[in-house]
């Protein structure tokens, strides 16, 4: 998947661009969880991972 549309999809819906980047696993929990509790953080750790 082209890595533009992953990191609009890391600033709008960062769970959906983990799960596409990284299927289901420690990664999307962690970003389900940081989405919970705060959003900007979920946002960032979205991004470093669509882009490593």
Do not use: E
Not at 7 to 34: E, R, T, Y
């Amino acid at each position: 998947m082209n890595n533009l549309v992953l990191i609009i999809l890391a600033i709008l819906l960062p769970p959906v661009a983990v799960f596409l980047k990284s299927g289901v696993g420690k990664d999307l929990l962690i970003n389900i969880i940081l989405c919970l509790f705060f959003y900007i953080p979920g946002i960032l750790h979205a991004i470093w991972l669509v882009t490593k």
